[in-house]
């Protein structure tokens, strides 16, 4: 059996190169990063609006509703939708941004005494005697933002690129 022998010439310069471009790439997902938090947000407050709005519309009104963006879009069913009444759970959805470097996490969700409400809401479950069913909110604004999330870090890669 033969041996195979091979040298790897500029191996520093490669190093080098890796660490430029991983240097431009960490600012760049922080931003990312900071811009996917703001999209899933408004999302999520989008969703939270839009069933509010519908539940409190008229069967008549409902059906227009329905037939003017039910084509693709989100159509909100006050039986199967939260139903906002104050508003407070829309408004206390945060979002944040933490880590350094390539470990950057975002979080997006309700935040203070809205937590318990809002995760009622979202999966189901009981509250003193009453059974609430599932009303999500969360999880498709998070469906619906996945594309621009993408994007935003396709962005932030190629721009990483692009600069060398």
Partial sequence: MADF???????????????????ALSPNMRRAMERSTIIIQK????????????????????????KQFGRGGYVPNPTKHLRVQ???????????????????EGKVGPGGLAKEYATIHE?????????????????????DSKLSVLKEIEKAVTGAVGEF
């Fill in 5 to 23: 022998e091979f040298e790897i010439r500029g191996g520093d310069e490669l190093l080098k190169g890796f660490k430029r471009v991983w240097n």
């Fill in 43 to 66: 999302k999520v407050r989008e969703q939270l609006s839009l069933a509010g709005k519908a539940a409190r519309r008229s069967k008549a009104s409902q059906r227009a509703f329905r």
């Fill in 86 to 104: 104050t508003g407070t759970l829309r408004r206390s959805i945060q979002r944040e941004v933490r880590g350094e470097g390539l470990d950057i």
């Fill in 123 to 143: 999966f189901g479950g009981t509250a003193g005697r009453a059974k609430i069913p599932a009303r999500p909110y969360m999880a498709p604004a998070f469906k």
